[in-house]
């Protein structure tokens, strides 16, 4: 007989599946996540107002207002929203607005075992007008002393080992809020701020930047910098412009006498700049289309005066410095009209360049690389040809250059202004020609002005019946005065200004000279002046 036996189940007292423990680990990990995210809420306005009182704490000449932020528990990352900086001397427009800071743990360099901060800028908005920039420039608190440094730190504890702005705009006003110069759509990245990789290269960072300029124009900047170089920070970039619109810096440069129209500029080159090396050296620099005028008058003389001395002071303190290296390899302006506008009551006039093309080479502040060599062709009053060529030394102990000057056929009736201002009369007809070498070293000038006055027609009698008696009267003098001094065989009247003499001003600039040579001796000495009538 066969028994049957009944099996008792056995109890399993394996651990629970995988699946389950995955089930329970997942669930604790998302009721702390919950727990963390709705924690990070109630801190938040807490965390708001105590960031937004360090920050006026520590912030020198400045204010701030911080309308929101959040702190995500869960990665330690932290938002600002709508941080806004205000000068307190100048409250508006707000210097910066940020619509959005996020700061958080850079976690790439953990690895390192380096616990650094990474930064991301969306779409901040600097401004600053020339009463802020004064009130800045003249303000006797560092810009160390002004607390930026802290601040950065108010917002998170981490140094910033990586920045990224995307999207700025950076806007600067001068005296005219209708013409603001403004960078757009400007990227910023810098990576290894903190030296994490390569600390003993001398350039471990790298930084890219890239902008719209003036609305049209493009500008980029590639380099390396050494972020935390002592006494300074250390960089070396290669620079690059495309198509900028030149004639928005009118209001900046109206305040050096000068009134710019149109114009567009490209230029490339590179920089270093550091502790132990200073390096500008600009490839090429061309502008296409300028109109440049130098505008002088009685009330800005005296300005005018001092200005040129400031310049030539600082021209002549980076001349030949050892630490100190600027070049320029070639600078272009393409069918510019550069001209001189005198603005004295009774002496008006403008005398000017037209279709000038300007190549200037090899500009250096160092002797060592040899002279600088100048070619110009142009059209004097727009009707002369005219061609000058020189060459420009490094200023060590005073200006050293040669020039030649010649134009050809230029219309007098063009010129008629100019007579009118330093001779008292006007012509109907009659061409200027002028031949003209100058030389100046070792604080002594020479040289000579050579003018030719042709066929050169001062009385019209239907031209000048309007006039008084006394006036026509004078003219027919002028003319008749004329007609005496040309030379028989080639109708024309030529007059010779000699210029010599020692250089009085040690600090006079080169360019000073050379304004003050044309307005001497070209204006009083070469133009016919019947001013003793």
């Known amino acids: 007989m066969i028994e049957h036996t009944e099996q008792v189940p056995r109890i399993d007292r394996r651990k629970p599946p995988v699946s389950r423990r995955l089930i329970w680990f997942l669930g604790t990990a998302a009721v702390v996540a919950l727990v963390l995210f709705t924690a990070s809420f109630f801190i938040d306005e807490r965390l708001r107002r105590i960031t937004e009182n360090n920050l006026n704490r520590d912030l020198k000449g400045y204010s701030a207002t911080l309308p929101g932020l959040h702190i995500r528990l869960l990665d330690l990352t932290l938002t600002l929203s709508g941080l806004t900086i205000r000068q307190q001397a100048h409250p508006d427009p707000a210097i910066a607005h940020f619509p959005s800071i996020k700061a958080s743990i850079h976690w790439r360099e953990i690895i390192f075992g380096k616990i ?27 810009l160390k002393e002004r607390g930026w ?65 003036f609305g049209n124009g493009r500008g980029s900047i590639d380099g390396k910098a050494n972020f935390l170089g002592e006494p300074i920070p250390g960089i070396k970039a290669s620079i690059k412009l495309e198509k900028v619109p030149v004639d928005y810096f009118k209001p900046v440069i109206a305040r050096a006498n000068l009134s710019i129209t ?70 272009n302006l393409v069918e510019c009209n550069l001209g001189i506008v005198n603005n004295t009551a009774g002496k008006k006039y ?19 690389r040899g002279p600088a060599k100048m070619l110009l062709h142009g059209t004097f009053m727009g009707s002369g040809a005219t061609n000058v060529t020189g060459e420009f030394r490094p200023e060590s102990k005073g200006p050293d250059l040669n020039l030649h000057i010649k134009i050809d056929t230029t219309q007098l009736v063009l010129m008629n202004d100019l007579l009118r201002a330093y001779g008292d009369f006007d012509v109907s007809g009659g061409s200027f020609n002028l031949v003209s070498e100058l030389r100046i070293k070792d604080d002594a000038i020479s040289g000579y002005f050579k003018p030719f006055f042709k066929d050169m027609n001062v009385y019209d009698r239907r031209k000048d019946k309007d006039k008084s008696f006394s006036r026509q009267a004078y003219e027919m003098m002028v003319g008749g005065a004329a007609k005496i001094l040309e030379n028989r065989s080639r109708q024309q009247v030529a007059t010779k200004a000699t210029i010599s003499g020692s250089l009085k001003d040690p600090e006079t600039s080169t360019w000073q000279i050379i304004g003050q040579i044309l307005k001497n001796a070209f204006i009083s000495s070469i133009l016919p002046n019947f001013e003793k009538k």
Not at 118 to 139: C, G, V
């Open 149 to 213: 440094q802290q601040a950065v730190e108010d917002i998170y504890p981490l140094k910033i080992n990586s920045l990224k702005i995307n999207n700025a705009s950076v806007t600067y006003i001068d005296q005219d809020p209708k013409r603001p110069l403004v960078l757009s759509h400007l990227n910023f990245q810098a990576s290894n701020i903190r030296n994490v990789h390569l600390p003993d290269k001398v350039y471990p960072s790298t930084f890219h930047i890239e902008t719209a300029i």
């Open 350 to 368: 403008r005398i000017f360049l037209a279709d000038t093309d300007f190549r200037l080479s090899n500009l250096s502040n160092q002797l060592s």
């Open 262 to 331: 149109g114009g567009v500029l490209d230029a490339f080159g590179d920089v270093e700049y550091a502790p132990k090396v200073k390096i500008a050296h600009l490839e090429e620099l061309t502008i296409h289309g300028m109109k440049l005028d130098y505008i002088h008058s009685k009330n800005t003389a005296a300005a005018e005066l001092k200005r040129a001395g400031s310049v030539g002071k600082r021209v002549k303190k980076l001349g030949n410095k050892p630490d100190v290296l600027i070049t320029l390899d070639q600078l």
């Open 116 to 142: 650094f901060a990474e930064f991301t800028l969306d779409d901040p908005k600097l401004h600053i007008n020339l009463q802020q920039l004064q009130n800045e420039a003249t303000s006797t608190v560092s």
